[in-house]
């Protein structure tokens, strides 16, 4: 035995008397041969026919058992125990998890449930048969490749002849020794088209599609391929202003898991919800109740966010190519496939072809044999031998149009015909039967030299047969990234303690600030001068004499910060405006110059760059002659938080006080609405809506009649059937037209949204009326295009303006009757002019980046003259380049 063998035997050695047993060898080859063995034979699938070893063997084993019947499940388990070396257990999972793909597996019975999650029933009590779509694809036992199974008994499959993209279908995943696979399913439908365009040489593209439905964004799927990400939705809304409804699930998930994700995250005060019920039956029926006052879009938005409505799935596509691991992409895949299926279709033609030709040589044989009645020539032959040459010597004059020699197989197949079927020889029947095996022939070779349109051909009829009821189910979209500290719910309360510089949580016995999240961010200024932001906490010391604590919003370009200090301890004082949109958390940041004793005089927060009139009282000193007068924050430009800001004065202030509140000097806010993820935004994907103030509301028409308003937020959802959406001016009317089904006429109605608080329908509720078009032009034109009468000429087209043909009125209003003409189709037309009243805008001072000064902006000085802005002050970095701010 070589060194190298006996390194895999256990080496025993003797120790002080004891037995030492190495077992370097073993663990260096036998890991090796066990990480290979479940990698091929247990948890990866061959690329050949998309099954893991268990699962082919239960197929081969259902076909065994193949009668047009259902059989027991545990009868087919311990019928693939023939060929699978492991436990019952094994097999009869691995069998349930095939059924519910609902592809190859006709079953009956109790088979579980892939939305609740629900388990099959035990494999006794359920049973099964081959699907026909499995029957026609999977199985042909003379292209198919044989092996021993593990017991030499039997043969089983080394992989089955499969004419489909099995594996792209169904999806498979496994978790072997160093590496594993996850190939999502996809549409059977969108395959077969897939595979058609690249056997015609065009381009294609398969994404996902899940059995649980739900909404799916592909934006980074990577072909399926390591490092793609496909992220999955539950599809809900909102039937009212109390509930929301789930009706599909992201894959991966069932309703039980999914509820439970829900209890967790409103245990951790994510969301708020009052109850939820569970209706799921054949479809998917989760209610979710909502405590009053609770928002229904930020609460759809938070499920997203914190709960398992949204997971993220990471394909993997590793499959089996002559026993070895092979990463591949869907594509290939579905090519490789493709072409596999082209090759085992042209085996099955070359085999159909010898056999009919096999059959058409017998044909001819016999026909000559009998009608030649050679037959005879073996009467005096006493010999086998003598048999067989009288038969050859009498065929040779008649079989020089045969396409292959005779041999001695063919001349006993014709001794073996009955007397019977040669005294009832029909000539001309046995030509037709020849001549249909010509055709057949003749067929056969045509598919053989037009393979590609054969192929093509057999995946259109595997739709036209299988194809109907597997749409796709998942909807494809664009989903827009939630920001969690947006939509989580306020779950706990912030306290401060201002002398001695804490704040947090735990503070109870201290000044309330505001409700907050425990993921938010804390923004926090002392009066030294010094502003950290920090994460919400119980207890955290930040400074002394804290005079402004917060929510830190990232990003927050509209909140601009009004402060007043005194730079060190006898320097002069300054005044800024800035903004406060990105820091390092727990890093203090100098508000003053830095120097030793500066402190901070005035200080306001405001939300929307409110620029308030403060009084500057000083201290009696020296010769100053004037001890007050009043600044006004307007005119202060919003520059960086770092920069130095304009001098107020050199000498020491007394106090400054509040003279007057400020207004916004900010721009109105820009809102664009992205079509592709239906949701608004500030940051110009889109259409833009036009410039919003805060007591500005956006209106919204859907093809059933509603009308409604809302605040523009960036967390407000919008229904697919929206056909109208655009910034809400109140004295502006809404013309409808729509049709009567009672009458059966169209009805023209213009109204006014008289409660912008409250959804309103502006249909009359009658089965049938029906939205035709809708406009929010001030005068409106439309055209009406008639049906042409039997018999006469097409009627003109009629144009209506319709401010003269009906008033305003009451949005429940019945409205004017169109026409009583039969109507083919309504047009609007370009409206006629309109110029809308004047109004004279609020004062704006717009944020930029460059510090531009107008005539009046000047600053006061210590001496009571004035001072131009200084321009050499570091601009705000953190206004956008148009100069303008958001309120997002």
């Known amino acids: 035995m070589s060194e190298e063998n006996n390194e895999l035997i256990p080496q025993e050695e003797s120790h002080n008397g004891e037995s030492i047993t190495r077992i370097t060898g073993m663990y260096k080859e036998w890991f090796l041969d066990y990480a290979s063995y479940v990698i091929l034979e247990r948890a990866v699938p061959a690329i050949e026919d998309g099954f893991k070893p268990v699962q082919r063997r239960i197929m081969q084993s259902m076909k065994d058992l193949d009668d047009g019947r259902y059989n027991k499940v545990a009868n087919i388990v311990g019928h693939t125990m023939q060929y699978h070396p492991h436990g019952d257990a094994s097999i009869s999972d691995a069998m349930v998890q095939i059924g519910q793909k609902d592809l190859l597996i006709d079953m009956q019975g109790n088979w579980g449930n892939i939305l609740t999650g629900d388990p099959a029933a035990a494999s006794r009590y359920i049973e099964a048969r081959l699907s026909k779509f499995a029957l026609d694809v999977l199985f042909n036992p003379k ?27 169904q999806g498979g995943e496994g978790i072997a020794v160093g590496l594993s696979t996850k190939i999502l399913p996809h549409n059977f439908n969108e395959l077969i088209d897939a595979s058609i365009k690249h056997l015609q040489g065009k381009r294609f593209t398969i994404y996902p599609d899940f059995p649980t439905a739900g909404e799916i964004d592909i934006s980074n799927y990577n072909d399926g391929l390591r490092g793609g990400k496909v992220r999955v939705r539950a599809k809900m809304h909102s039937p009212d202003k109390n509930s929301i409804v789930i009706t599909e699930i992201p894959y991966s998930t069932n309703t039980s898991s999914l509820i439970d994700s829900i209890l967790k995250a409103n245990d951790k005060g994510k ?89 058409w040589h017998f044909a001819s044989l016999e026909r000559i044999f009998i009608e030649n009645r050679i037959y005879r020539d073996i009467e005096e032959e006493e010999t086998w031998e003598g048999v067989i040459s009288a038969i050859d010597k009498g065929l040779k004059p008649h079989i020089g149009h045969l396409k292959r020699a005779v041999t ?37 070779k045509h598919h053989l030299a037009n393979l590609i349109e054969f192929s093509i051909d057999y995946f259109k009829n595997l739709k036209e047969k299988y194809g109907k009821g597997k749409e796709r189910q998942s909807e494809i979209k664009t989903f827009d990234d939630i920001n969690a500290a947006k939509v989580v719910m306020r779950n706990t309360k912030l306290y401060v303690n201002r002398a001695e510089g804490f704040i947090g949580t735990a503070l109870k016995r201290d000044e309330y600030v505001t409700d907050c999240a425990d993921i938010d961010d804390i923004i926090v200024f002392t009066k030294a001068g010094i502003m950290m932001v920090t994460k919400v906490d119980s207890k955290t010391f930040i400074g002394k004499d804290i005079i402004h604590v917060a929510v830190f919003k990232k990003k927050d370009k509209r909140t601009i910060y009004n402060m007043i200090y005194r730079d060190g ?20 940041y100098e508000m003053t110059n830095g120097n030793k004793g500066s402190v901070v005089h005035y200080f ?36 960086g938080r770092s920069s130095k800001g304009n001098q107020v004065t050199k000498y020491n202030i007394k106090r400054v006080e509040l003279k007057e509140e400020g207004v916004s000097t900010l721009k109105p806010r820009k809102i664009w609405f992205d079509e592709t993820v239906q949701r608004l935004n500030v940051d110009e994907r889109g259409e833009l809506l036009g410039e919003f103030r805060g007591e500005d509301r956006l209106l919204i028409i859907s093809q059933k009649g509603l009308v409604k308003t809302i605040i523009p937020e960036v967390t407000a959802r919008f229904e697919d059937d929206m056909i109208v959406l655009e910034k809400w001016e109140p004295k502006k009317p809404i013309s409808a037209i729509y049709f009567h089904p009672e009458k059966e006429l169209y009805y023209v109605k213009r109204f006014l949204v008289e409660n912008e608080e409250r959804e309103e329908t502006f249909l009359p509720e009658l089965n049938g009326a029906y939205l035709e078009v809708v406009t929010t032009d001030y005068r409106p034109v439309a055209e009406l295009v008639f049906n042409k009468p039997r018999g006469k000429e097409q009627p003109p ?78 601009p705000n970095p953190d206004i956008d380049d148009s100069g303008q701010a958001s309120l997002f």
């Open 143 to 169: 292209i198919t490749d044989w092996q021993a199974s593990y017991d030499g008994r039997r043969k089983e499959p080394i992989n089955l002849p499969v004419k489909f993209p099995l594996l792209l279908a």
């Open 569 to 588: 301890k006898s320097g002069p004082s300054y005044v800024k405006r800035f903004a406060v949109t990105s820091v390092t958390r727990d890093r203090e």
């Open 797 to 874: 087209n009629e144009h209506i303006d319709i401010e003269e043909f009906i008033a305003v009125k009451g949005i429940g209003a019945q409205g004017n009757q169109l026409t009583k003409s039969k109507v083919k189709q309504i047009n609007w037309l370009d409206p006629l002019p309109y110029e809308p009243e004047e109004t004279t805008p609020a004062d704006e001072v717009e944020v930029n980046d460059e510090t531009i000064v107008a005539s009046d902006e000047v600053a006061t000085t210590d001496d009571n003259t004035e001072k131009p802005v200084d321009k050499n002050d570091e």
């Open 604 to 639: 306001t927060a405001n939300p929307n760059g409110e620029a308030e009139v403060v009084s500057i009282n000083l201290r009696q000193q020296g010769s100053i002659k004037k001890l007050k007068w009043d600044l006004d924050f307007s005119d202060i430009l919003i520059k």
């Open 408 to 444: 001695e197989e063919d001349i006993t197949r014709l001794t073996e015909i009955r007397i019977k079927r040669i005294s009832k020889f029909d000539i001309d029947k046995a030509q037709q039967k020849i001549d249909a095996l010509e055709e057949r022939i003749a067929q056969l």
């Open 271 to 359: 969301i708020k919800i009052k109850k939820i019920e569970d209706n799921t039956a054949a479809a998917v029926e989760i209610v979710i109740h909502l405590h009053s006052g609770i928002s229904p879009d930020k609460t759809i938005d938070a499920l997203y966010a914190f709960t398992n409505c949204e997971v993220s799935i990471s394909p993997l596509g590793c499959v089996i190519e002559d026993n070895k691991p092979l990463f591949v992409g869907v594509s290939e895949m579905l090519r490789r496939s493709a072409d596999h299926t082209v090759e085992l279709l042209k085996k099955e033609l070359e085999i159909q072809l010898d056999e009919v030709e096999e059959q």
